[in-house]
Nanobody
Framework: QVQLVESGGGLVQAGGSLRLSCAAS????????MGWYRQAPGKQRELVAD???????NYADSVKGRFTISRDNAKNTVYLEMNSLKPEDTAVYYC???????????????WGQGTQVTVSS
């Protein structure tokens, strides 16, 4: 089996910073794309940022220049550094990992349990 453990959410004032982490563990053969999504109340889940195994990144326009995604392949961990936070960034943040398990070596997608980020004005 595979487990994703997220950490780092919380309450912060507008203009502040937070760093999210998501660690994958278990029967993992390889990891492809790792990403962060968010879902605000009454809204659909949306992509925030993702990063390929080679380090190529992709960001939502709303977070470009403020958020930075990175990964540590040795630790199977993805990070999201969030700066200049705005009230509209308030949401539950989920990590998503596309990987291959050791057996069977098929592609799977796993989601983290979600971590709340609240930005006060």
């Amino acid at each position: 089996q595979v487990q994703l453990v997220e950490s780092g959410g919380g309450l912060v004032q507008a203009g502040g910073s937070l760093r999210l982490s998501c660690a994958a563990s278990g029967s993992i053969l390889s990891i492809n794309v790792m990403g962060w999504y968010r879902q605000a109340p009454g809204k659909q889940r949306e992509l925030v940022a993702d990063i390929s195994s080679g380090g190529s990144t992709n960001y939502a326009d709303s977070v470009k220049g403020r958020f930075t995604i990175s990964r540590d392949n040795a630790k199977n961990t993805v990070y999201l550094e969030m700066n200049s936070l705005k009230p509209e960034d308030t949401a539950v943040y989920y990590c998503k990992v596309d990987l291959r398990r050791i057996y069977p070596p098929l592609p799977y997608t796993y989601w983290g349990q979600g971590t709340q980020v609240t930005v006060s004005s």
